[in-house]
């Protein structure tokens, strides 16, 4: 399972089907070659990242992993990235086990891999704030 974090209102944009693209032939019988995206980023996480992810950055973790930021929440959500981004990661791991996965043990979760979840929901934040638009997960 995982969770997307996205921009329920955004506008979509038509580009090349990247199935079609990496298989170099119709993806499947029902492709006109073309998948319809969101122009704002839609980063993926499995369900265990996003549950650090959004702990990590003091967003509720529900048992289902969906929620979402008004604009108005935007620019403290923002803010709690940036904080999260100058915590080592074993603070980001720890803070985490405590709350809400228990006693699992956090291995390989690296510093690096912690980085980059934090700006690609960075990205999207200030993709938001530009755009004044919510954004959801789920
Ligand atoms: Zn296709």
């Not at 803010?79 to 080592?88: D, E, K």
């Not at 990661?89 to 720890?94: D, L, P, V």
Request: overall charge negative; charged content about 20%.
């Amino acid at each position: 399972m995982s969770v997307t974090f996205f921009v329920p209102d955004a506008p979509s944009e038509t580009i090349p089907c990247h199935r079609c693209e990496e298989y170099r032939e119709p993806c499947s019988p029902f492709c006109d070659g073309t998948e319809t995206v969101s122009v704002a980023p839609e980063p993926n996480f499995s369900n265990m990242n996003a549950a650090r992810l959004l702990s990590a950055v003091g967003l509720p973790v529900g048992e289902d992993l969906f929620g979402s930021v008004a604009v108005a929440g935007l620019q403290d959500l923002k803010m709690s990235i940036q904080i999260a981004q100058n915590l080592p990661a074993i603070r980001y791991g720890m803070h985490v086990t405590e709350r809400v996965v228990g006693n699992i043990t956090t291995c390989g979760q690296g510093d690096e891999q912690a980085q980059r979840r934090l700006k690609q929901l960075l990205d999207l934040v200030e993709w938001c704030i530009e755009n004044q638009e919510g954004l959801s997960w789920g």
